[in-house]
């Protein structure tokens, strides 16, 4: 019975232990976030149907508690054709207004591609997917996409280069 109590007091002083954090951060992100558990959520605004060879805009809309953000830390779209996300490319995204951000790219040929938001804003991150079609894909030599949602690709590639 003695081992038993002492057991559970050392398990509770570990896990205090890992509940501690140092308050005095004054960083903006952790403020606005403080004693908060709304959600930060992200509209994804991208057609999901495109031209191949045109502009298209990748937009997300970035909100919190019904209310526009206009100081994520990040967004990134990660683009990629289906079953090939090794080779996906990453787009900064741009605050244009009202927690609208952006960025352009090109598809340069028919495909079905996917797309990744990556949104860190106070505190927070998400990172809804989105299925794009570009042009008209013969559909039985698209590849399965496997993404299992993991963040396989290093965050710090800036992507410049169109599809």
């Not at 995204?93 to 352009?104: E, I, R, S």
């Not at 794009?132 to 299992?148: F, Y």
Request: charged share 30%; glycine share 8%; with cysteine.
């Amino acid at each position: 019975m003695k081992k038993v109590l002492i057991s559970l007091a050392v398990a509770a002083g570990v896990l205090a232990g890992c509940n501690n954090t140092d308050t005095s951060k004054t960083d903006d992100s952790t403020s606005q976030n403080e004693g908060t558990t709304v959600e930060v959520k992200v509209d994804i605004q991208t057609p999901e149907k495109v031209e191949v060879g045109k502009d298209v805009k990748l937009i997300a809309h970035v909100t919190q508690g019904g209310k526009n953000v206009d100081d994520a830390d990040e967004v990134k779209f990660e683009v990629w054709e289906s079953g090939d996300r090794d080779n996906g490319k990453m787009f900064e995204g741009k605050l244009d207004k009202d927690g609208l951000y952006q960025a352009t790219t090109k598809f340069d040929h028919d495909g079905v591609y996917y797309m990744y938001a990556h949104t860190t804003a106070r505190g927070l991150h998400t990172m809804p997917k989105q299925k794009i079609i570009a042009g008209n894909p013969d559909m039985s030599k698209v590849k399965k996409d496997t993404d299992d949602g993991s963040m396989n690709m290093d965050m710090d590639d800036s992507a410049k280069d169109d599809h």
